[in-house]
């Protein structure tokens, strides 16, 4: 099954600003990390040869910047309860420790209270003698609130707000406040706050954004005319509006095209359906009439053969075959007329 849009974009939101994860090493997790770090993304963790698919999140490397003492953080993000998951963290965390040979700890992120209190542990690997107590971002120790100066200089961490509690009471006041961030970062750098509002509006619809920025009916209701007065008034607004209105134009011609396309189906089928009845009707017409004409001549040798056999003539042979096969209506009249009066079978013709 392939992650959601949520669990993708927590990791984007982490991986790709290596300054936000320090903010929240410092200012969340009380860790004490030197003040001259280089942070940069880390390697891949070992991957299961039986599962080339288990693998973390991601990996931040910290080194400190004078004496070059570094340290590595294993990125995961948890949206769900997983009774088992706890081992394949140990696998990560020592994996990628025996690779770049240096402490590695594991960050869990994550959006649910109940997933939280699990994933801080501890977790028993071996008789009590061998723990693991994986560092955990979540809804208690995530600030709810973040003032403009904060969001203004690490946009990423207001985004990281909402999502973690945008279902809190205040949590409107909280996306304005990431949206001005992001606008004010668009002169600066528009490349990243095309990133994070596509981030900001995936965490702020209950199924998820598509990354294609399609605008869905439930984005439109829950993003009112604040988002658009205060994001879409400036050029880079601009253009990712006309994106979605050319997105959205697509779909609508393509949706007209099918209503249209099967409109004319259904015409050309009622055309077709014409013409096949008429056809038909035309080849049953001429069988009745057939069949009708059948029934009168054999009404008519029956009158013949009855007028005849009550004046007592026989017909020979050849005379009755003579008047089987007649196939003309008005012969077989005038044959019937002249039976009343006839002396012999032979003046009928």
């Known amino acids: ?68 003492e570094r340290e590595a953080f294993v990125l995961e993000v948890q949206l769900r309860l997983d009774r088992v998951k706890h081992w394949v963290w140990a696998f990560y965390v020592s994996g990628i420790g025996l690779r770049l040979r240096c402490p590695a700890s594991l960050v869990v992120v994550t959006l649910d209270d109940e997933v939280e209190r699990w994933c801080a542990g501890p977790f028993d690997l071996g008789r009590g003698r061998m723990t693991h107590r994986p560092l955990v971002l979540g809804p208690s120790n995530i600030p709810r609130t973040i003032d403009a100066e904060l969001a203004h200089a690490l946009p990423e961490l ?14 409107k006041r909280t996306i304005g406040i990431a949206l001005d961030a992001i606008h004010a970062l668009v002169e600066r750098d528009a490349h990243r706050a095309e990133r994070l ?51 959205h134009r697509r779909e609508v011609e393509q949706q007209v095209q099918q209503e249209i396309r099967q409109e004319v189906r259904q015409e050309i089928q009622q055309e077709v359906r014409q013409e096949v009845r008429q056809e038909v009707r035309q080849e049953v017409q001429q ?63």
Request: proline fraction near 5%.
């Open 287 to 349: 069988e009745v009439r057939q069949e009708v004409r059948q029934e009168v001549r054999r009404a008519s040798f029956e009158a013949l053969r009855v007028v005849l056999e009550a004046r007592g003539l026989v017909p020979s042979a050849q005379q009755r075959e003579r008047i089987e096969a007649c196939d003309d209506d008005a012969t077989l009249h005038g044959w019937l007329q002249r039976a009343a009066t006839a002396r012999t079978v032979e003046e009928l013709f």
């Open 1 to 68: 099954m392939p992650p959601s849009s949520e669990h993708q974009g927590l990791a984007m939101l982490l991986l790709d600003c290596p300054p936000l994860m320090v903010w929240l090493l410092r200012n969340v997790l009380g860790m004490e990390v030197a003040e001259r770090v280089t942070v940069l993304p880390g390697p891949d963790t070992v991957r299961e040869l039986e599962h080339p698919d288990r693998h973390a999140d991601g990996v931040v490397l910290v080194t400190e910047d004078e004496t070059e």
């Open 197 to 247: 509002l596509r981030l900001l509006l995936v965490f702020c619809t209950t199924e998820g954004f598509d990354m294609t920025f399609t605008m869905s009916r439930e984005a439109e209701d829950q993003f009112d005319a604040y988002v658009y007065t205060r994001l879409f008034e400036t050029r880079y607004g601009q253009r990712m509006w006309q994106r979605w209105v050319e997105a």
């Open 158 to 171: 207001a985004v990281l707000v909402v999502a973690v509690h945008r279902h809190r009471p205040g949590s």
